[in-house]
C-alpha cells in the first residue's frame, strides 16, 4: 500500500521565491496535517484538514504561509514570498478519522532558502 | 495547555544496554499517549501507545507504562540494538477533541556497536 506521499523531497530556493510543497494522504484517510521540524523547534503542527476543511491553523506562522485541500487526495502548502528562517524539514500526516489515534507521516520535504 | 516533557538527548549507549527515555505530560483529563519514532531521513512512525491508566504500551522490545499519579511514560527497552538509533518523540492526544497530536522535542538515541 501507498503510504503518504510528498514531493518534492528536496527544494532549494532563494529569498523571495514561491514555494508550493506537495501532499497525497492515505487513500480514504480524513485528516490531513501539515508539520514543521526544526533543530531549534522541534516538531511543530501548522495546520490540520479533516474531510478537506481547514480545522485548526493557529499553527500557521504568518500570512506567508497558505495551505488548501482542494480535494481528498491532495493538499499544498505555499510560502510566499520565503525566508531564509523558512528552512526546516515539512512533513505530511494523515489518519483515518479526526479521533483516531495513529498519524501516518510521509518522508517530509527538506526546504533550504538561501 | 497540554505540553509533553522529555529528556534532553542525545542518549549514547553500548549495544545491549538497557534503554529508558523520560516522558512527562500536563493534560487536563486523561489524553492517549504515544511514543514515535523517526529514523534518519525518513517521517515519524507510531512505535507504541497507551490509551488509559496503567495500560502498557509495547512493540519491537520497548514498553511504556501510562502512570497517572506521576503524569509520565517513560520508554523502556532491556537491550538496545545499534538498529534502534533514531529520534523518539513522545506525545499525547489534544484534550480539547481537535483529534491534534502535541509533541515533546524529541530525544535521539545513538546506539554504538
Known amino acids: 500500500d501507498a503510504g503518504v506521499i510528498q514531493s518534492p523531497r528536496h527544494e532549494v530556493t532563494e529569498m523571495g521565491q514561491e514555494v508550493t510543497l506537495r501532499c497525497k494522504p492515505i487513500?480514504?484517510?480524513?485528516?490531513l496535517f501539515w508539520y514543521r521540524q526544526t533543530m531549534m523547534r522541534g516538531l511543530e503542527l501548522l495546520i490540520y484538514f479533516n474531510n478537506n476543511v481547514p480545522i485548526d491553523d493557529s499553527g500557521m506562522p504568518e500570512d506567508r504561509f497558505s495551505a488548501k485541500m482542494p480535494n481528498a487526495s491532495f493538499s499544498t502548502l505555499k510560502i510566499q514570498p520565503s525566508e531564509p528562517r523558512d528552512s526546516a524539514v515539512y512533513f505530511c500526516?494523515?489518519?483515518?478519522?479526526?479521533?483516531?489515534?495513529?498519524?501516518?507521516f510521509g518522508p517530509g520535504t527538506r526546504l533550504t532558502v538561501l | 495547555g497540554n505540553s509533553v516533557t522529555q529528556m534532553e538527548g542525545p542518549v549514547t549507549l553500548s549495544e545491549e544496554a538497557f534503554l529508558t527515555i523520560n516522558c512527562t505530560y500536563t493534560a487536563t483529563g486523561y489524553p492517549s499517549l504515544f511514543w514515535y519514532v523517526q529514523y534518519p531521513g525518513e517521517g515519524l512512525q507510531l512505535l507504541l501507545k497507551?490509551?488509559?491508566?496503567?495500560d502498557k504500551g509495547s512493540n519491537k522490545g520497548f514498553e511504556a507504562t501510562y502512570r497517572k499519579e506521576t503524569t509520565s511514560f517513560h520508554l523502556e527497552k532491556g537491550s538496545v540494538q545499534v538498529s534502534d538509533s533514531a529520534v523518539y518523540f513522545c506525545a499525547l492526544r489534544d484534550t480539547s477533541n481537535t483529534g491534534k497530536l502535541i509533541f515533546g522535542q524529541g530525544t535521539t538515541l545513538q546506539v554504538k556497536p
Open positions: 500526516a494523515s489518519s483515518p478519522t479526526r479521533d483516531s489515534n495513529e498519524q501516518f
Open positions: 487513500s480514504g484517510h480524513n485528516s
Open positions: 497507551a490509551t488509559k491508566a496503567d
